[in-house]
Structures are given as C-alpha cells and as structure tokens.
C-alpha cells in the first residue's frame, strides 16, 4: 500500500468522539451488550430518564429503566434479550423524581465483532405531551362513543350537554345511519337518569297490534294467546329513557295513545282501562320528514309539537366530511381492540377514497366499510385494495346516483334551486371554477359536483 491510499484511509473513532456524536442527537440513545449491560449512554437519555452516566454505565437494562418498566414493557425487553427489533412500542415509565413519562422506543441489532458477541441499541424520545394532546383531542372532539370535530356536530355536541340534565322530549331527526341512537344514548347517560333503564323500540320493526301490545303492555285475556299479564316498554323504562326509533311509521291509533303519555304520563294496557304511571323520560328519532307529515294529514300536530320540545338535526356524513378522517380513525381502533389485528390506519390513497364517495348509507357504512377492510388486511395500514368495491370501482354517475335516492332531502334541494345550476355556476365562478374550493363550500364531494356539472351542462369557459 502506497503512502498516499494510507493517508486517505478511514480512521476509527476514538471514545470520546464517538460519544461526543451521541450527546449531539437528540433522542435518548442507549447500546447494550449480549448481556443486557449498558454500554454507551447519550446525554439525550440521561435527561430523560433522569440519570447521570457514570451512575448507568455497566448496570443491567432494567436498572436503567426500572423492573416495573422491563416487566410492562414486554417486546422492548424481548427486543433486549433475543435481539429482535422493535419499531415505535410505546412505554410507559416512572423517572425517580416521581414523574410518568410515555416513551416511544425503537430497537437495532448490531453485528457482532471479532468475538461474535451481539449488542443492540435502543432509540427513544419522550412523547408525553404529544400524547396527552391525542388523548385530549380525543376528549373534545369525543362525547359517549360519538366522534366529530366539524362545527355542525361540535355544536350537537353542546345541545346534548344542555338537554341532557332536564327531561324535555327530545325529537332527533335525520338519515338512515347518521348516528340517531348514539345520540339518543349520551342524553340519557349523561343525565340524571344514567342509573336507569334506557329502553329501545322501533316502531316501524312491528305490526300495529304487536307494537301497541309490546309498547303498553296487555293484561290476561286481552286477545288470544294473551295468557298472563304483560308489561309494556314504557313500564319497563321506568324511572328511565325510552327511545321511540321510527316515529313516524306510528299507526294514527297509536299516536293518539303516545299523546296521552306524554301528556298525562300514564299509560293503560292493552285490554285494561286502569291507569298506570310511568315515570319516563322519551325520546323519538325519525329519518322522514315530520313536519311535511304533519302539513299532509299523516301525522297528529298535537303529537308532533310534544315529541319536539328540544329538537336534534343530524346532518349526513357527505355534509361533515371534516370529520372522515376521525370517524374512521375511530373505528380502526375499535375493530383493532375487538380483532387483535395490528392495523395502524388508513393510507393516504385509501383515505383519499373515503373523502370522495358521497356515503348514501352514513357512519353506518363507513363503520361497514372500516370492518370489511379488517377482513381484507392482516397488518400495517389499510389500502385501497382492502376497502370494498362499491369504494373502488363505482363509476361517478352511479355514486352520484345512488347518493341521490339515498338522500330525497338533498334531491328535492336540487330540484328547488337550493343546490340547482344557478348557485352551481355562481359557486363555480366565485371559486374561479377550482373544483375542490367549490365542493368544500358546497358541502359536498368533487365527485358529486362533477357529476352534477355534468347533469347541468356546466364546464369551464376557455
């Protein structure tokens, strides 16, 4: 070897700069031997964990961390001993000054030398404030297992406080799957009556004569196969809720009957004419328009004025798209708990396809879509390939197709200009025809928009 290829040879580090490097990142670095020895420690960690160097240097890894640490942390502590590595396993640890700390850790392996003896390092940073943040996020945009963030449900979020403490009727209102029964659950479980009973009835499941005998109750002798005495739901809600799903599928005898309990609280089994009370709190969803049933004879006035002293709108998922990515944050993680799969998320291309389906069915199936996904992938994020067809494949025509029928109040929106070609082209023009802006202040999808472009004949100038 020339002297010239001698001097350009690398030069090993010598300790003290080798620790000087570790001292200059600023997450926590940690070596250990075969044995689990601490190594080498960077000032990084010491800070964290609260330690001084020359206290740590060769002591067990569990003396660093603390065997309540090493006992929780159990694929940080195989990571250590079998020389498996880990990628971002959060830990929880107690410093000995007394304060929780929650680290992210990740693990290498390093080649052995000349002796073969294997050492690892391990990686790791303090994210308790980034954690607290998540859970207090949570916290807010979070009321009893109903998930928003955008302003609409921000502000049902208050009205459920306010309603929850009185016991107003409560009339909630709005499409196939948006949530009604969630809604009706957090007002009872949020109110005085949390330690009662919340009962549960749709009235459009059964035949007028089943629901009137199974909402009242009937005594012995009341009609055939009428063998005993039977309570109805609103005696067995007692001191509690009751949820009246479908209100407005009531038969007209029914509704005369519902009238009286709210009026009198009392109710009288089918057969008897014995007053009854009832100490109950009602409340009614409905996903058809009462107010035009009420304006077309098919549903009492009176009735309707009684149900909806306190009334709740829930706007379809297409008009709160600022809370996709949250709701289906939501229900990866429960389908996560539920199937053990370790499912981080969504991609971003799959994310991108939930943003622009218009969601005929609501939360509800988006909650069907995350769950076909679980079905589909077996680990890592969910991607485009594991959500269902309907997401993937249908054309822009018939999602907007089926969004329309799926939403009568929106189509007769269109039909009266609401949403029609006019405020199209004047949103579009306001919006120097950028086709997101657009869709954002209209409330609804860029693959809706395009096709209702399409229906209405409008396109760009050149």
């Given at each position: 070897?020339?002297?010239?290829?001698?001097?350009?040879?690398?030069?090993?580090?010598?300790?003290?700069?080798?620790?000087?490097?570790?001292?200059?990142?600023?997450?926590?670095?940690?070596?250990?031997?075969?044995?689990?020895?601490?190594?080498?420690?960077?000032?990084?960690?010491?800070?964290?964990?609260?330690?001084?160097?020359?206290?740590?240097?060769?002591?067990?890894?569990?003396?660093?961390?603390?065997?309540?640490?090493?006992?929780?942390?159990?694929?940080?502590?195989?990571?250590?001993?079998?020389?498996?590595?880990?990628?971002?396993?959060?830990?929880?640890?107690?410093?000995?000054?007394?304060?929780?700390?929650?680290?992210?850790?990740?693990?290498?392996?390093?080649?052995?030398?000349?002796?073969?003896?294997?050492?690892?390092?391990?990686?790791?940073?303090?994210?308790?404030?980034?954690?607290?943040?998540?859970?207090?996020?949570?916290?807010?945009?979070?009321?009893?297992?109903?998930?928003?963030?955008?302003?609409?449900?921000?502000?049902?979020?208050?009205?459920?406080?306010?309603?929850?403490?009185?016991?107003?009727?409560?009339?909630i209102e709005g499409e196939s799957g948006t949530g009604?029964?969630?809604?009706?659950?957090?007002?009872?479980?949020?109110?005085?009556?949390?330690?009662?009973?919340?009962?549960?009835?749709?009235?459009?499941?059964?035949?007028?004569?089943?629901?009137?005998?199974?909402?009242?109750?009937?005594?012995?002798?009341?009609?055939?196969?009428?063998?005993?005495?039977?309570?109805?739901?609103?005696?067995?809600?007692?001191?509690?809720?009751?949820?009246?799903?479908?209100?407005?599928?009531?038969?007209?005898?029914?509704?005369?009957?519902?009238?009286?309990?709210?009026?009198?609280?009392?109710?009288?089994?089918?057969?008897?004419?014995?007053?009854?009370?009832?100490?109950?709190?009602?409340?009614?969803?409905?996903?058809?328009?009462?107010?035009?049933?009420?304006?077309?004879?098919?549903?009492?006035?009176?009735?309707?004025?009684?149900?909806?002293?306190?009334?709740?709108?829930?706007?379809p998922l297409r008009q709160r798209r600022d809370d996709l990515?949250?709701?289906?944050?939501?229900?990866?993680?429960?389908?996560?708990?539920?199937?053990?799969?370790?499912?981080?998320?969504?991609?971003?291309?799959?994310?991108?396809?939930?943003?622009?389906?218009?969601?005929?069915?609501?939360?509800?199936?988006?909650?069907?879509?995350?769950?076909?996904?679980?079905?589909?992938?077996?680990?890592?994020?969910?991607?485009?390939?594991?959500?269902?067809?309907?997401?993937?494949?249908?054309?822009?025509?018939?999602?907007?197709?089926?969004?329309?029928?799926?939403?009568?109040?929106?189509?007769?929106?269109?039909?009266?200009?609401?949403?029609?070609?006019?405020?199209?082209?004047?949103?579009?023009?306001?919006?120097?025809?950028?086709?997101?802006?657009?869709?954002?202040?209209?409330?609804?999808?860029?693959?809706?928009?395009?096709?209702?472009?399409?229906?209405?004949?409008?396109?760009?100038?050149?």
């Amino acid at each position: 070897m020339s002297g010239s290829e001698a001097d350009h040879s690398p030069r090993a580090l010598a300790p003290d700069e080798l620790q000087a490097i570790l001292d200059s990142v600023a997450e926590g670095i940690v070596t250990l031997d075969q044995d689990g020895r601490v190594m080498e420690i960077n000032q990084a960690a010491c800070e964290i964990l609260e330690v001084r160097r020359p206290e740590v240097t060769q002591t067990k890894c569990c003396a660093l961390f603390g065997e309540q640490f090493c006992n929780a942390a159990a694929e940080i502590r195989e990571s250590v001993s079998r020389g498996k590595p880990v990628d971002n396993v959060q830990a929880r640890l107690r410093t000995t000054s007394g304060v929780n700390k929650m680290l992210s850790f990740r693990s290498k392996v390093l080649p052995g030398g000349r002796d073969s003896r294997r050492s690892s390092v391990l990686a790791f940073r303090d994210v308790t404030e980034l954690v607290a943040l998540r859970d207090d996020l949570s916290r807010r945009y979070r009321l009893h297992n109903i998930v928003g963030k955008s302003k609409p449900m921000q502000e049902i979020f208050r009205l459920i406080d306010e309603v929850a403490d009185s016991d107003a009727s409560v009339l909630i209102e709005g499409e196939s799957g948006t949530g009604k029964e969630l809604v009706a659950r957090a007002i009872h479980h949020l109110g005085p009556r949390a330690n009662g009973p919340f009962t549960a009835v749709n009235c459009s499941a059964l035949a007028e004569g089943v629901l009137e005998s199974e909402l009242f109750g009937h005594v012995e002798g009341a009609f055939t196969g009428a063998t005993r005495d039977k309570r109805g739901r609103f005696e067995i809600a007692d001191r509690g809720t009751i949820f009246l799903d479908e209100i407005g599928d009531l038969a007209p005898a029914i509704q005369v009957k519902l009238l009286r309990v709210l009026q009198d609280r009392t109710i009288e089994r089918v057969g008897s004419h014995e007053p009854t009370a009832v100490d109950i709190r009602v409340v009614a969803a409905t996903h058809r328009p009462l107010a035009a049933m009420v304006a077309d004879g098919k549903f009492r006035q009176d009735l309707y004025y009684r149900l909806r002293v306190v009334p709740i709108h829930l706007p379809p998922l297409r008009q709160r798209r600022d809370d996709l990515p949250l709701l289906a944050q939501h229900f990866v993680e429960r389908f996560r708990e539920e199937t053990g799969r370790p499912i981080e998320g969504l991609s971003a291309d799959a994310l991108t396809l939930l943003l622009d389906y218009p969601w005929p069915g609501n939360v509800r199936e988006l909650e069907n879509a995350i769950e076909y996904a679980f079905v589909k992938a077996r680990s890592g994020q969910i991607l485009p390939g594991h959500l269902p067809p309907e997401l993937r494949s249908s054309p822009v025509a018939s999602i907007a197709a089926r969004a329309a029928e799926a939403a009568p109040s929106t189509s007769a929106a269109v039909e009266d200009g609401a949403d029609g070609p006019e405020r199209l082209h004047r949103v579009l023009q306001e919006t120097d025809w950028n086709v997101a802006k657009a869709a954002r202040r209209l409330g609804i999808s860029r693959t809706t928009l395009y096709a209702r472009m399409r229906q209405h004949g409008l396109a760009r100038p050149r």
